[in-house]
């Protein structure tokens, strides 16, 4: 069964920097071709995809964000780290991260946390 | 960059097929994959590779991909598919997500 869970911060200060975890569990992001995507969405809004990381540590991003964005993991923890940079009130948002793999895509969602922008 | 469009709302009547379309240019040359979301709730994969349905998806819902529109179908549409659908597609190893289309069924 594959479970992902996000957890940090509800609400940062404009111009700091955010720090998501997506802690998983029932795959591993050693195995050939799975990768841990990120995706958000401000309340009342679409879904925007910030990033994703492959079981070969390749790493793409959005490229509208790609300069604030930074996804790292560590496999032995199963966790996977999303950094935001310079936080606006505009990414006030539902920050989920996702299993992927090639056949599904996102096949398995965290729940989201819902990050606030505000001074 | 890639975009993708969803008309912002259907209405369908009890037991009538919906269906919600998907616009990009040649989408047809990629893969769609489409989401259900309701509220307050993460999203469900629906239907993958354009036509696709995982495992515990009912065969009510369908998909099709072909020139530039993409297209889920729900067909016996019942209460509970009311929800919100996006539609995904890859361009250039980038995901991009469609805006959402709000499914009333009344």
């Known amino acids: 069964q594959i479970t992902l869970k996000e957890s940090g911060p509800t609400l940062v200060k404009p111009t700091q920097t955010l720090t998501l975890t997506c802690t998983f569990s029932?795959?591993?992001?050693?195995?050939?071709?799975?990768?841990v995507g990120w995706i958000r969405q401000p309340p009342g809004k679409a879904l925007e995809w910030l990033g994703i990381?492959?079981?070969?540590?390749?790493?793409r991003y959005s490229p509208s964000l790609k300069s604030r964005l930074t996804i790292t993991k560590d496999t032995s923890k199963n966790q996977v780290v999303l950094t935001v940079t310079n936080m606006d009130p505009v990414d006030t948002a539902t920050y989920s991260c996702?299993?992927?793999?090639?056949?599904?895509?996102?096949?398995?969602w965290g729940q989201g946390t819902l990050v606030t922008v505000s001074s | 960059s890639y975009a993708l469009t969803q008309p912002p709302s259907v209405s369908v009547s009890p037991g009538q097929t919906a269906n919600i379309t998907c616009s990009g240019d040649?989408?047809?040359?990629?893969y769609a994959w489409w989401y259900q979301q309701k509220p307050g709730q993460s999203p469900v994969l629906v239907i993958y590779q354009d036509s696709k349905r995982p495992s515990g998806i009912p065969e009510r819902f369908s998909g099709s991909n072909s020139g530039n529109t993409a297209t889920l179908t729900i067909s016996g549409t019942q209460a509970l598919d009311e929800a919100d659908y996006f539609c995904q597609a890859w361009d250039s190893s980038t995901v991009v997500f469609g805006g959402g289309t709000k499914l009333t069924v009344l």
């Open positions: 996702a299993h992927y793999s090639p056949l599904f895509s996102f096949d398995y």
């Open positions: 990381i492959y079981w070969d540590d390749d790493k």
């Open positions: 029932g795959f591993s992001l050693s195995t050939s071709g799975v990768g």
């Open positions: 040649k989408l047809g040359d990629k």
